[in-house]
Nanobody, 127 residues
Framework: QVLLEESGGETVQAGDSLRLSCVDSGQLFSLYAMGWFRQAPGKGREFVAAISRSGSTTYYADYLKGRFTISRENAKNTLYLQMNSLKPEDTAVYYC????????????????????WGQGTQVTVSS
């Protein structure tokens, strides 16, 4: 079983950096591909970044333009999202998600491909 819990969200100023963490207490973390999604107020949930089980392959939303980095430490059952040069439009609830089998880059970017989700952590960026 996968049990995901995000942390690290807070209120920051535009231009600041923040690192989110997602811990899996289910002890099968290395078997799962992982992703980060976000949901801004009044909007649907959107893809942010994803990473393969080994961490060797990563994918990012085009709109990020290199500001965010996804990584994982399988020995610590932890997924990270390093966010730099934050903008007010990055304000959202950030969710981590996991799935055993994701077969393509397109699938990594799609919310419905993920079976397990955390509760989310709020990131607020003030101007």
């Amino acid at each position: 079983q996968v049990l995901l819990e995000e942390s690290g969200g807070e209120t920051v100023q535009a231009g600041d950096s923040l690192r989110l963490s997602c811990v899996d207490s289910g002890q099968l973390f290395s078997l799962y591909a992982m992703g980060w999604f976000r949901q801004a107020p009044g909007k649907g949930r959107e893809f942010v970044a994803a990473i393969s089980r080994s961490g060797s392959t990563t994918y990012y939303a085009d709109y990020l333009k290199g500001r965010f980095t996804i990584s994982r430490e399988n020995a610590k059952n932890t997924l990270y999202l390093q966010m730099n040069s934050l903008k007010p439009e990055d304000t959202a609830v950030y969710y981590c998600a996991a799935d055993r089998v994701i077969a393509s880059e397109k699938a990594f970017r799609q919310e419905h491909e993920y079976d397990y989700w955390g509760q989310g952590t709020q990131v607020t960026v003030s101007s």
